[in-house]
């Protein structure tokens, strides 16, 4: 060993392997054989899981197995999901488990699930016609999920933060474990009483077995009789369950759900902007046109009046020179007298004036009095 060498501790190996070990993999599934499964007093559950080449020692810490529920006989072929480390106190590779599935459960749990996929697609509820439409501005939209979830906050937020005029209503139920089918079956149905526009359904991400409760057929039947729209929101964006393809639409988190559900705020503020920009401008327009046409209509009116009062003036014109023509007074300016009566009476004839009888003789500039000899 030279003065160069580095030299570690067996502490620092430990770590140090045990870091490039657990940074190489991550998390992984792996199957195996179970054998020498035992429960430690703390809920904590040691085994080896085996193949025909190699072993390796397993822990599963009791957050986990107690979700596990029955540890596994020896014997047992399973599918594990865990993190390889290393045991730095004995040096010893370890695999800390996060869940354990039955290699036979999976399968008697997809050939059910297939089951059930098949009788509601042959009854039409995953079909694209029987699919309706979002409300564009919903006013009150249920939420069917667990009041303690994840999913109940993000739905939340974003509604705030895109419609805040949206009233949620949470109609609470639990979304795994035993129990869960039965409670969002009557959340769903308890919807139906509700005076709401929409529906959303939903949870957080998990692992099949979490997310076995929306794969129930009584739950996607009750999602199907849901008289509102509804949105399901089940799981992250790779899982999809039976209760998303029964479902109005699909949202591949809660939180897409609120996006798909609620109208932006905001872009509704502008598109209400733009359309008063262009109810103004097209008032304005017509406004101006009316203008221009009454203008128009005042010119042909005025033009129309004056036409016509100058008709009239012509033919008052003319009728006053015909009467004029006709006038007894522009007889007398010819140089002829009317005699008339003291009562007025024209006197025509000889025997109109007996000898002595006054009478007045009208001239064209005034009357002169006379009387018969």
Not at 126 to 133: G, L, M
Request: hydrophobic share 45%; aromatic share 6%.
């Amino acid at each position: 060993m030279g003065p160069a060498d580095q030299v570690f501790s067996i502490s620092d190996l430990t770590a140090a392997v045990r870091t490039i070990l657990e940074g190489s993999l991550g998390t992984v599934w792996v199957r195996g054989e179970v054998v020498q499964c035992r429960v430690h007093g703390s809920g904590h559950w040691y085994f080896t899981l085996r193949d025909s080449a190699a072993q390796a020692r397993c822990a599963m810490w009791r957050t986990y197995s107690q979700r596990a529920g029955r540890p596994p006989a020896d014997g047992t072929e399973v599918f594990a999901q865990g993190r390889p480390t290393l045991y730095e106190a004995k040096g010893e590779f370890q695999f800390v488990v996060y869940r354990l599935l039955s290699t036979a459960g999976i399968g008697d749990q997809q050939r059910a699930l297939e089951r059930v996929k098949a009788a509601l697609d042959k009854e039409g509820l995953f079909a694209a016609a029987r699919k309706r439409a979002l409300p564009r501005y919903p006013s009150r939209v249920a939420v069917v999920t667990s009041p303690d979830g994840a999913a109940l906050h993000d739905i939340v937020t974003v509604a705030r933060g895109r419609w805040p005029a949206a009233e949620l209503l949470v109609v609470a139920a639990r979304v795994q474990g035993d129990g869960a089918a039965a409670e969002l079956v009557a959340a769903l149905k308890r919807v139906n009483r509700l005076r709401v526009d929409l529906c959303i359904v939903g949870r957080g991400g998990g692992g099949r077995e979490d997310l076995a409760a929306f794969n129930d057929e009584a739950v996607c039947r009750a999602l199907a009789a849901v008289r509102v729209p509804t949105v399901s929101a089940v799981g992250h964006e790779t899982d999809v369950t039976l209760a998303d393809l029964v479902a109005d639409v699909r949202a591949a988190t809660p939180s897409a759900a609120a996006e798909l559900a609620l109208p932006d705020a905001r872009a509704v503020r502008r598109l209400v902007g733009d359309l008063g920009a262009r109810l103004a401008g097209g008032l304005s327009r017509r406004t101006r046109l009316a203008v221009e046409r009454l203008e128009r209509t005042g010119d042909r009116l005025e033009g129309a009046l004056e036409d016509g009062l100058a008709r009239r003036r012509h033919l008052a014109d003319r009728l006053a020179a015909q009467l004029d023509a006709l006038s007894p007074l522009r007889v007398l300016e010819r140089g002829y007298a009317v005699a008339r009566a003291a009562d007025g009476r024209v006197l025509r004839r000889q025997r109109d004036f007996p000898p002595g009888q006054p009478f007045t003789l009208r001239v064209t500039d005034g009357a002169v009095p006379a009387h018969a000899d």
